[in-house]
């Protein structure tokens, strides 16, 4: 059983940066991987950037490799996604999640977004002004 809890969220001016970060508690933490996704008013949840358990490998969602880079700090059990370069458009509610992952399928996405198959936070607000 894992408990994931983001922070780091907030208000920010266009062009501006966050540092979000999941918490991940559970003594299974090294053996799932972990990603970000977010969700703006209106609009489907999308995948960010995953970061897996084994090599640290990353990948990241269509657009969005460059602005955001995830990275985990093992010894902390923290997951952080560094945002750069924020506009409007990535105004959202931004979740980490947790998942056994066997095979790596691209996108990997349905691996935590298949019904039961990964552990959630509940997410933290991004607002992100012009």
């Known amino acids: 059983l894992l408990e994931l809890a983001e922070s780091g969220g907030g208000s920010v001016e266009a062009g501006g940066s966050l540092k979000l970060s999941c918490l991940v508690s559970?003594?299974?933490?090294?053996?799932?991987?972990v990603a970000w996704f977010r969700q703006a008013p209106g609009k489907e949840r999308e995948g960010i950037a995953i970061i897996y358990n084994d090599d640290s490998s990353t990948y990241y969602g269509d657009s969005m490799e460059g602005r955001f880079t995830i990275s985990r700090n093992n010894a902390k059990n923290i997951v952080y996604l560094q945002m750069n370069s924020l506009t409007p458009e990535d105004t959202g509610m931004y979740y980490c999640?947790?998942?056994?992952?066997?095979?790596?399928?691209?996108?990997?996405?349905?691996?935590?977004?298949?019904?039961?198959?990964?552990?959630w936070g509940q997410g933290t607000q991004v607002t992100v002004s012009s």
């Open positions: 999640a947790a998942a056994f992952v066997v095979a790596r399928n691209y996108p990997p996405w349905p691996a935590f977004t298949y019904p039961g198959a990964g552990y």
């Open positions: 559970g003594q299974t933490y090294s053996t799932n991987s």
